[in-house]
């Protein structure tokens, strides 16, 4: 019988491989609880992200939901997301949010 340390971790290289079907297929056949992973592995260095993305899901039903109506309160909510994780995704949520707006000049003429 094989000790517990002698067995290899399956999660070994999982975001590795993830990153690499990522670029290869530009994440095309990716499902919304990965796609979501992929952004959580900015955030969260070592942790499980495909059980708190699953979480994320289930508590907002979609992407679309959670980056739109989702705040910073409701995400640290779940567990696994603090606050800088709470900010990256509120702020792709303010990012969808100006794009879905009438473009207007921002500073120095750029277009928001």
């Given at each position: 019988?094989?000790?517990?340390?002698d067995l290899k971790n399956i999660h070994s290289g999982h975001r590795k491989r993830m990153m690499e079907r990522f670029i290869r297929n530009n994440a095309r056949g990716f499902s919304p609880h990965e796609m979501l992973e992929i952004i959580l592995f900015?955030?969260?260095p070592r942790a499980n992200t495909n059980e708190t993305a699953h979480m994320l899901l289930n508590r907002f039903g979609s992407l679309r939901t959670l980056f739109l109506e989702g705040?910073?309160?409701d995400f640290m909510q779940i567990?696994?997301?603090?606050?800088k994780s709470?900010?990256?995704?509120?702020?792709i949520g303010e990012t969808f949010r100006m794009m879905e707006q009438p473009e207007v000049s921002g500073k120095n003429g750029c277009k928001i």
């Open positions: 019988m094989k000790k517990s340390k900015q955030v969260i705040t910073m309160p567990s696994g997301i603090g606050q709470a900010a990256h995704l509120a702020a």
